[in-house]
């Protein structure tokens, strides 16, 4: 399970004068259980890669905390991150390298040894329709290529939690179905906790079992998404996000 409780997080831009402080995050708050498929949605600039990156360790919040699996993500930054499989916005494969090549190393990093890292990642091939492509260096791949083999890396060490950024950006229609029944395969054979960031709709009413609604920095909602229809008073979900994110005008 991921708790998430009043994370809050600023940058600061420019020098001298031209210095200004940016409130990415604000308050944001949400629980993602085990077994189950958490939304986070938000209009662009609302918070929600930064409170991922947070989620992950990767930034440490100005406020707030943050617990994987009950590890307090602030203190415990690395025995938090041997329970995250994480994969961002920027894939970061190296092109180099085999597909089987980056996720084996990747695996040996989290402490797999040669033989249980090249299990893994046969075994991720598998499931995740890579096999053809195992031998092949990374650099010419598709974007739908490149995401499989990044989600594989981000998986090569069985994590518990998995937290993905926007993964269906740039993906064709078969790399997204194939992308959301892997995603269904982790929650409902594995139990794994994912939370996932997007912009589509569509995924939302098709993957998610639990919503987070981010807007300003902040929380402004959280449900099921019959729970956010009825509360919104409409019938389309998109119609009841954009009422949610930006006020009730909007969504008319």
Same mark, same amino acid.
């Given at each position: ?5 009043? $994370? ?9 004068? &031209? ?24 209009? =662009? ?6 409170? $991922? ?5 990767? /930034? ?26 994480? $994969? ?13 090549? =980056? ?13 249980? !890292? ?6 991720? !091939?598998?499931? /995740? ?13 598709? +974007? ?15 994590? &518990? ?7 269906? =950006? ?15 395969? /982790? ?9 996932? &960031?997007?912009?589509?709709? +569509? ?24 729970? $956010? ?15 949610? !994110? ?7």
């Amino acid at each position: 399970m991921i708790v998430v409780q009043g $994370l809050a997080r600023q940058f600061v831009q420019g020098r001298g004068r &031209s210095r200004r402080v940016l409130a990415a995050v604000r308050s944001v708050g949400f629980s993602a259980a085990d077994g189950c498929i958490t939304g986070l949605l938000g209009p =662009n600039g609302a918070g929600k890669t930064t409170t $991922l990156r947070m989620v992950a360790g990767l /930034l440490v919040p100005d406020a707030g905390t943050i617990q994987v699996a009950g590890v307090d993500v602030v203190a415990q930054p690395q025995r938090a991150q041997a329970r995250l499989g994480v $994969l961002s916005d920027a894939r970061g494969l190296y092109p180099r390298l085999t597909a089987r090549e =980056n996720i084996v190393y990747y695996g040996r990093l989290h402490g797999l040894d040669e033989a249980a !890292a090249q299990d893994r990642a046969e075994t991720l !091939a598998r499931m /995740l329709e890579l096999v053809p492509l195992l031998e092949r260096r990374t650099e010419g791949f598709s +974007q739908g290529e490149r995401m499989k083999t990044a989600l594989a890396r981000a998986l090569v060490h069985d994590p &518990s939690h998995i937290i993905l950024d926007e993964p269906t =950006n740039g993906l064709d229609v078969l790399a997204t179905r194939s992308l959301r029944e892997a995603l269904r395969r /982790l929650r409902d054979e594995q139990g794994k906790c994912i939370v996932f &960031s997007t912009h589509i709709m +569509q995924e939302v009413e098709r993957l998610c079992d639990q919503v987070v609604v981010v807007a300003g920095g902040r929380t402004v909602a959280e449900g099921t998404v019959p729970e $956010l229809l009825a509360r919104t008073g409409q019938t389309d979900f998109e119609a009841g996000f954009v009422q949610l !994110a930006f006020g009730a005008a909007a969504a008319r």
